[in-house]
């Protein structure tokens, strides 16, 4: 069973938003971060944002300051992505993960134990 489970993607324009979630689904576990990444054909799983549970901490990639934002709640290890002004870049798999080891970094695929199965976004110009 997939520990995690995300929605919200779709098809949207430049320029426009999305919301994505996550949340746990069955499996019951504690997390200590929480984090979204996303991989476009051909390419490498890239980080997008990440949470620290903790402290309420947040982490972005340069690419998406400032139009994401990541938010969530612990208690259900549950993550949302709101994403504004989205470019033409094409189609990703935006896929949500959860730290469960204290990993002293969020922002590399390595560091994340649980992961979701992904859902699709395209932005289209």
């Known amino acids: 069973q997939v520990p995690l489970v995300e929605s919200g993607g779709g098809l949207v324009q430049a320029g426009g938003s999305l919301r994505l979630s996550c949340a746990a689904s069955?499996?019951?576990?504690?997390?200590?971060?929480m984090g979204w990444f996303r991989q476009a054909p051909g390419k490498e799983r890239e980080f997008v944002a990440a949470i620290r549970w903790s402290v309420g901490s947040t982490y972005y990639a340069d690419s998406v300051k400032g139009r994401f934002t990541i938010s969530g709640d612990d208690t259900r290890n549950a993550v949302y992505l709101q994403m504004n002004l989205l470019k033409p870049v094409g189609t990703a798999v935006f896929y949500c993960a959860a730290d469960v080891q204290a990993s002293s970094s969020l922002v590399f695929p390595v560091d994340y134990d649980l992961w979701g199965q992904g859902t699709l976004v395209t932005v289209v110009s």
């Open positions: 069955g499996r019951t576990f504690s997390s200590y971060g």
